[in-house]
């Protein structure tokens, strides 16, 4: 079944919307850490303090609008949700008191737990716009759309990553707050037909709660990692903010090209097997990051390990889509998003505590070891057929 030209429409407004945001996205992402640990000289702990309250309040308001998106409407809950990113950027760039920064990274999510094209910044949103992609197309289309959507949103992150590069830290906030608001933009047109499920009963349960272990474990090993991947090369190899931004856009750009190699994996490999050779491949990078001290080797780890976490991903939101009735997605998806994003809080904790003592290698090394179980309970969990789709798999 194609798409037609009516939802292919809501479809672009969908990515206008999602490609300013994720320009400001990539500003925020580069900016913050530099805001904390040069501009005002906050430690690496406060850094990861910060995270971990951002992304506690991100899986929070995830989770409420999950449900109110299929309970109230989806339209109206992406329109009440977006509106908070450039209100924290606006607040980031009016006054750095360190409780208004508390508040405006929890408000804007600035938890940088994800990828730039997986929502990794204003992430609450996520799981709203997912469910709409799965709603306005079929089965057999939609990892192609989330891979198109993917790229386009990581392409525009790691855009916005350059743009931050001529602009101060302040300055880059005020960019974001605008930026992002014009976004807002794409969502007045929306015309969606809502799915209102019931609050009391989730029919597609034991897949949504494979789907949050494996999440659970997902995000713990993103929160040892990913929000720490630019403080590292602050901390170790004191790279300047306009060298970094430059090394963030090449990254960001081959994580957004990884995301169209999407369709094909599913094709050739299932799911299941997409995730273990691309996460197991990125977790060996990662655990040789710390261990050697030569800078070209770990810029060619930076560049590819986001690249290959995220590369299986349209897959990975295609399978959790199929799994569950369309009236339950928003739930589903935010109940992921909660499970990945809450153990991702105590990842970012322990990290930020590491770095603190200069136990700068033991994160990455832990990374690993999780990342290694997680893989071993996709195959428990959805591995028991060659199956080379998730739609194979649950008939």
């Not at 309040?57 to 329109?79: E, H, N, P, S």
């Not at 950027?89 to 750095?96: L, T």
């Not at 709660?209 to 997902?218: R, V």
């Not at 959790?320 to 994003?341: D, I």
């Amino acid at each position: 079944m194609k798409v037609s030209k009516t939802r292919k429409r809501q479809i672009f407004l969908l990515t206008f919307f999602r490609s300013f945001r994720s320009i400001a996205a990539g500003m925020v992402t580069l900016a913050f850490p530099y805001l904390i640990l040069k501009n005002l000289h906050f430690s690496s702990l406060t850094l990861g303090f910060i995270y971990t309250a951002a992304t506690l309040a991100t899986a929070g308001l995830g989770l409420l609008c999950g449900f109110l998106a299929d309970v109230w409407g989806r339209k109206k809950t992406l329109i009440f949700i977006s509106v908070l990113l450039p209100l924290g950027c606006g607040m980031a760039y009016f006054s750095h008191h360190l409780l208004w920064i508390y508040a405006a990274a929890m408000l804007g999510g600035f938890s940088a737990t994800g990828a730039l094209a997986g929502g990794g910044v204003g992430g609450a949103a996520q799981p709203i716009q997912s469910a709409l992609i799965a709603d306005l197309t079929s089965p057999e289309e939609r990892t192609f759309y989330f891979s198109v959507f993917t790229f386009i949103s990581g392409a525009l992150a790691a855009l916005g990553i350059l743009l931050a590069k001529f602009l101060t830290a302040k300055e880059d906030f005020l960019a974001a707050t605008i930026i992002s608001l014009i976004g807002l933009f794409g969502l007045i047109p929306l015309r969606l037909k809502d799915h209102i499920g019931s609050v009391k009963k989730l029919q597609g349960k034991k897949s949504i709660g494979q789907f949050a272990i494996t999440g659970l474990l997902n995000g713990f090993s993103q929160g040892l990692v990913t929000p720490f991947l630019v403080p590292f090369f602050v901390i170790v190899y004191h790279v300047p903010r306009p060298q970094m931004a430059v090394y963030g856009f090449v990254s960001g750009i081959l994580g957004a090209m990884a995301m169209l190699t999407a369709p094909y994996l599913e094709r050739k490999l299932g799911f299941v097997h997409s995730i273990a050779v691309t996460r197991g491949l990125g977790a060996f990078l990662l655990i040789l990051l710390p261990a050697q001290r030569s800078f070209v080797l770990a810029l060619a780890i930076y560049f590819l390990t986001p690249a290959l976490r995220v590369a299986a991903l349209p897959a990975q939101q295609t399978a959790m889509t199929e799994f569950v009735p369309g009236e339950e997605r928003g739930r589903a998806l935010a109940l992921n998003q909660v499970a990945r994003l809450g153990s991702s809080s105590a990842g970012t904790v322990f990290t930020g505590a590491m770095f603190n003592l200069d136990e700068i290698g033991l994160p990455f090394y832990l990374y690993g070891a999780v990342m290694a179980v997680n893989i071993g309970l996709y195959f428990f969990f959805f591995g028991k057929s060659r199956a080379k789709t998730a739609k194979d798999v649950a008939s």
